[in-house]
T-cell receptor
Framework: EAGVTQFPSHSVIEKGQTVTLRCDPI?????LYWYRRVMGKEIKFLLH????????ESGMPNNRFLAERTGGTYSTLKVQPAELEDSGVYFC?????????FGQGTRLTVV | SQQGEEDPQALSIQEGENATMNCSYK?????LQWYRQNSGRGLVHLIL?????REKHSGRLRVTLDTSKKSSSLLITASRAADTASYFC??????????FGAGTTVTVRA
């Protein structure tokens, strides 16, 4: 069974540019989450989809971040415009019951 | 809000030794999970312990859970260089949403 897949694995962009991260959850998983770890700190929740609906987006830092999950399948997280403090590792995860499976993460560096 | 907090923040041990790290949390939970992140890689799920369980084993890993003290411990026995990583506990704050601590960085010296 394929796991949670994230693209790209690394991204280096300049401040002010736009970046879109993609996540393909495990097939059949209704729940999809975005988390991020900034500057070696704790991993923080960003938002939660149940199928195509945003269940909880309380962790989204500001309106420069936009997440979508078209058709309840893959999800994208767009950062526009990117700021230096957005650098970090962005994790996507999916779950159907108790165990949450994480992807490899996208390491975003804003310079 | 940060739910799980790991202790110690960093741990350096010799290969073959055991490594123990602790996690404390604040509110009641359904489950507690431990994850590992190797440098530059993603989060790997290690073990899940339910709130009605007290101890669980998986290979060289042993997890305990004390809901009365709101704490959990992860023991790695006979450590190997490949165990060098950051370890996180995660609690289910609201249904499926996980709350992580800052993690314990474990370095296993050859």
């Amino acid at each position: 069974e394929a796991g949670v897949t994230q693209f790209p694995s690394h991204s280096v962009i300049e401040k002010g540019q736009t970046v879109t991260l993609r996540c393909d959850p495990i097939s059949g998983h209704d729940n999809l989450y975005w988390y991020r770890r900034v500057m070696g700190k704790e991993i923080k929740f960003l938002l939660h989809f149940v199928k195509e609906s945003k269940q909880d987006e309380s962790g989204m830092p500001n309106n420069r971040f936009l997440a979508e999950r078209t058709g309840g399948t893959y999800s994208t997280l767009k950062v526009q415009p990117a700021e230096l403090e957005d650098s970090g590792v962005y994790f996507c995860a999916s779950s159907q019951y108790r165990e949450t499976v994480f992807g490899q993460g996208t390491r975003l560096t804003v310079v | 809000s940060q739910q799980g907090e790991e202790d110690p923040q960093a741990l350096s041990i010799q290969e073959g030794e055991n490594a123990t790290m602790n996690c404390s949390y604040k509110t009641s939970i359904n489950n507690l999970q431990w994850y590992r992140q190797n440098s530059g890689r993603g989060l790997v799920h290690l073990i899940l312990i339910r709130s009605n369980e007290r101890e669980k084993h998986s290979g060289r890993l042993r997890v305990t859970l004390d809901t009365s003290k709101k704490s959990s411990s992860l023991l790695i026995t006979a450590s190997r260089a490949a165990d060098t990583a950051s370890y996180f506990c995660a609690t289910d704050e609201d249904d499926y949403k996980l709350s992580f601590g800052a993690g314990t960085t474990v370095t296993v010296r050859a």
